[in-house]
Every structure is written in C-alpha cells, then in structure tokens.
C-alpha cells in the first residue's frame, strides 16, 4: 500500500513539474511575442517621430524647435501616465500576466 502511495505521488510530481513548464514555456512564449512586437512597434514611432520633427521644424524654419515640441509632448504624455494611468496600466498588465497562466494551466489539464 505504501508502495502504490508512494508511485501515485511520484507520477503526481511529476505531472505538476510538467504542468509548471508548460505554464512557464506559455508566458515566455508571450512575452518574447510582445517584446518583439514592442520593438517593431518603438521603430515605426521612432521614424514617425524623426519624420514629425523635421516636418515641424521646415514648418518652423528651425530643425531644433520641430524637435523640442515633439519631445516637450512626449514629456507632456509622460507626466499625464505617471499622474493617471500608471495604476491602472500595472493592473491590467498583472491580469494579463494572470489570464495566461490561468489558460495555460487549463489547456493543459483538458
């Protein structure tokens, strides 16, 4: 009897180690998905701001100032997320996080 205790935990460890790396080998999948998308995604806005700047500043008839502004909105935007969104991006960001273990672990035990 303590035999066949002691097999059932065994196969029971083992199948929550298996069970553990599928969960994690789903959340890094994710998260290499989503910084590679964050990458493409900071170059396209890199140029369109690169392209914005040098719009405004021919506007302007000064390269520098086309830069400023775009930077001095950024800085605008950057100080409105820390005052208002910064709480609710981390909880969304935490749920996300939660969602795909949550769904990992499900897919794994159907």
């Known amino acids: ?32 998905s989503a910084v590679l998308i ?13 392209a914005l700047g040098f719009y405004i500043g021919q506007l302007m008839d000064d390269v520098a100032l086309g830069f400023l502004l775009v930077g001095g909105f950024y800085i605008f935007i950057f100080i409105l997320f820390l005052t208002l969104g910064k709480k609710k991006i981390d909880k969304k960001i935490k749920d996300v996080i939660v969602s795909s273990a949550m769904t990992s672990i499900k897919d794994n035990k159907d």
């Open 38 to 50: 964050l990458v493409f995604v900071l170059f396209i806005l890199l140029m369109l701001n690169l």
């Open 1 to 32: 009897m303590i035999d066949l205790l002691k097999n059932y935990l065994d196969k029971r460890i083992k199948l929550l180690k298996y069970d553990l790396v599928a969960v994690v080998a789903n959340i890094g999948s994710n998260l290499v």
